[in-house]
């Protein structure tokens, strides 16, 4: 495969499954890391309609690796999101999450080894920022006060220093800007200090200097935090720090394209994925996409 192959795939599994590998190669010899998140040849149906949502989908995610996960609406991003992160399983295919199988493994257990932040998540408004970072530690809404020792305390107070959020230590939650309440929330998941962090769309409803903020709290974790593997979703290539090395790309549930940024995240790629025509430009680390002329 070169650079410019361009990423279409047949009809048959044959043909799909040949471009994922292909794409992945290129990465192959350079990165034997510990596997932290691993999908062979999943898919999922929705079992009232029969619906596929992922179809024969392969991937691995390596410690220390940091992925984008990008796609249209509906594409099935949040599917695998779920599925890496132990609270659904897949139709057919294997999924193994740090070192252990789903479907054989207790679920409840590896989800507390896996940090997840999304502005969906429920927090209460009205706890200080302190106190939904310690919830991280009991993986529950509600703090559980008799389960928090004084280490444990003083650790969440470490986190938020660590991203820049100590002064939101007692500010309620309700009051805090977007971009804090991101901030807050990852600390909260790096709590049971996990292997794998998941993302889902963290920069939702953010204004530029709060994007910025965050972007860089995300590319000092790469930095400090080596063994930490991250996965974002998200719908802007602008959202992606300096530290995303991989990236994937989803089309109605198949993978379009996989592995390192510079070869996926290309103009006839994301053409090809979103279904319009898109400029990719890339500066000091940072992208931009725009959809280019269709002509007229």
């Known amino acids: 495969?070169?650079?410019?192959?361009?990423?279409?795939?047949?009809?048959?599994?044959?043909?799909?499954?040949?471009?994922?590998?292909?794409?992945?190669?290129a990465v192959a010899p350079t990165r034997r890391a510990r596997s932290v998140a691993?999908?062979?040849?999943?898919?999922?149906?929705?079992?009232?309609?029969?619906?596929?949502?992922?179809?024969?989908?392969?991937?691995?995610?390596?410690?220390?690796?940091?992925?984008?996960?990008?796609?249209?609406?509906?594409?099935?991003k949040t599917t695998i999101l779920r599925l890496i992160g132990a609270t659904m399983f897949p139709t057919t295919g294997t999924v193994e999450v740090l070192g252990h199988r789903l479907g054989r493994v207790d679920v409840r257990e590896l989800r507390a080894a896996i940090g997840l932040v999304s502005s969906a998540q429920k927090v209460p408004m009205d706890a200080t920022g302190h106190t939904v970072v310690l919830t991280g530690a009991t993986g529950t809404v509600q703090p559980l006060w008799g389960k928090y020792d004084a280490a444990t305390r003083a650790r969440a107070h470490a986190l938020l220093a660590e991203l820049d959020s100590k002064d939101l230590a007692d500010r309620p939650y309700g009051v805090c800007s977007g971009g804090q309440r991101a901030r807050i929330l990852i600390a909260r998941a790096l709590m049971a200090d996990p292997s794998l962090l998941l993302l889902d769309e963290p920069f939702n409803a953010l204004d530029l200097p709060s994007r910025e903020d965050l972007i860089d709290t995300m590319h000092?974790?790469?930095?400090?935090?080596?063994?930490?593997?991250?996965?974002?979703?998200?719908?802007?290539?602008?959202?992606?720090?300096?530290?995303?090395?991989?990236?994937l790309l989803l089309k109605?549930?198949?993978?379009?394209?996989?592995?390192?940024?510079?070869?996926?995240?290309t103009g006839p790629r994301m053409t090809s994925c979103f279904g319009r025509p898109i400029e990719v430009t890339r500066h000091e680390?940072?992208?931009?996409?725009?959809?280019?002329?269709?002509?007229?």
């Not at 991937?59 to 509906?74: I, P, Q, Y």
């Open 38 to 76: 691993t999908l062979e040849d999943v898919s999922v149906r929705r079992l009232t309609t029969g619906q596929v949502i992922l179809d024969g989908v392969d991937w691995t995610v390596r410690a220390g690796e940091h992925w984008a996960l990008l796609g249209a609406n509906g594409a099935g």
């Open 220 to 247: 000092r974790l790469a930095t400090t935090r080596t063994d930490l593997a991250t996965v974002t979703v998200t719908h802007h290539l602008e959202e992606l720090s300096p530290a995303i090395g991989h990236a």
């Open 1 to 25: 495969m070169t650079a410019s192959d361009p990423a279409h795939h047949g009809t048959t599994p044959t043909a799909k499954h040949r471009t994922g590998h292909e794409a992945e190669s």
């Open 285 to 296: 680390g940072r992208w931009l996409a725009r959809s280019g002329r269709s002509g007229g």
């Open 252 to 265: 109605e549930g198949r993978v379009q394209a996989r592995g390192p940024v510079d070869e996926v995240l």
